[in-house]
C-alpha cells in the first residue's frame, strides 16, 4: 500500500530541472506532496485530487494521472531553498482514510 | 493563528518509563495523525483519530502503544515501558473535517530512550 517514489535521490546544480515520480498499486483519490529539510517537521507544498489535474506552486508543479495511479512533481529552475527530502502521500478512500507516505526523495542543490 | 503544537520537542525515557506525546491540532481542525521517522527513514502511519474516535490504528504495535483524542484538550500518544527501539521522531498531523484538505504538520517529539 505505500507508493513508491523514485528516484531514490538526486544531486542538481542551482537552475537545473529535476522530476520526482510517486507510483501506487491501488487507486488513488488523492496525493500529497510535502518536504521536509533536516531535523524539521514536512512542510505542506500541495495536493492533488483525482481528476487529472495539476497544480503549481511558484516554480513547483505536480501532475496526478489517476489511471496510471501515479503522480509527478516538478522542480523548475531549482533553488539552492529547495533541498531537502520529498515525499509524497497517498490516500485511497475519500473518507476516513490515512495518508501513507513513500520512503522520500532526497535532493541535494549545488551552488 | 498557531500551527500545530506538539510537546515536549525533546523527550528522554529510560527503558521501562512511559512516555506521553502531545498534539494540540490547528485551530477548527478535527482530524489528527500520528507518524513515527527513524533517522534517514520515511514518515511511517501509526494512527489516524478523530475527536473522541480512533478511525485507523493500523500502524501502532498492539502493545505499549495507544493513542486517544479527547473531547477537550490535546491529542496524546501514550507509549508504556518504553525500549530502546522506541526512540525515534514522532510528528502528529492536523487536517479539517473534510478529508481532501491538507493535513499540517507540528515540530515533532524527539524520543529518546536510554
Known amino acids: 500500500q505505500q507508493p513508491v517514489q523514485s528516484p531514490q535521490a538526486v544531486i542538481l546544480r542551482e537552475g537545473e530541472d529535476a522530476v520526482i515520480n510517486c507510483s501506487s498499486s491501488?487507486?488513488?483519490?488523492?496525493v500529497h506532496w510535502y518536504r521536509q529539510k533536516h531535523g524539521e517537521a514536512p512542510v505542506f507544498l500541495m495536493i492533488l485530487l483525482k481528476g487529472g489535474e495539476q497544480k503549481g506552486h511558484e516554480k513547483i508543479s505536480a501532475s496526478f494521472n489517476e489511471k496510471k495511479q501515479q503522480s509527478s512533481l516538478y522542480l523548475t529552475a531549482s533553488q539552492l531553498s529547495y533541498s531537502g527530502t520529498y515525499f509524497c502521500?497517498?490516500?485511497?478512500?475519500?473518507?476516513?482514510?490515512?495518508?501513507?507516505f513513500g520512503k522520500g526523495t532526497r535532493l541535494h542543490i549545488l551552488p | 493563528n498557531a500551527g500545530v503544537m506538539q510537546n515536549p520537542r525533546h523527550l528522554v525515557r529510560r527503558r521501562g518509563q512511559e512516555a506521553r506525546l502531545r498534539c494540540s491540532p490547528m485551530k477548527g481542525h478535527s482530524h489528527v495523525y500520528w507518524y513515527r521517522q527513524l533517522p534517514e527513514e520515511g514518515l511511517k502511519f501509526m494512527v489516524y483519530l478523530q475527536k473522541e474516535n480512533i478511525i485507523d490504528e493500523s500502524g501502532m504495535p498492539k502493545e505499549r502503544f495507544s493513542a486517544e483524542f479527547p473531547k477537550e484538550g490535546p491529542s496524546i500518544l501514550r507509549i508504556q515501558q518504553v525500549v530502546r527501539g522506541d526512540s525515534a521522531a514522532y510528528f502528529c498531523?492536523?487536517?479539517?473535517?473534510?478529508?481532501?484538505?491538507?493535513?499540517?504538520f507540528g515540530q515533532g517529539t524527539r524520543l529518546t530512550v536510554v
Open positions: 498531523a492536523s487536517s479539517r473535517d473534510r478529508r481532501d484538505s491538507e493535513a499540517f
Open positions: 491501488k487507486a488513488l483519490y488523492s
Open positions: 502521500g497517498t490516500e485511497i478512500r475519500r473518507r476516513d482514510d490515512k495518508i501513507i
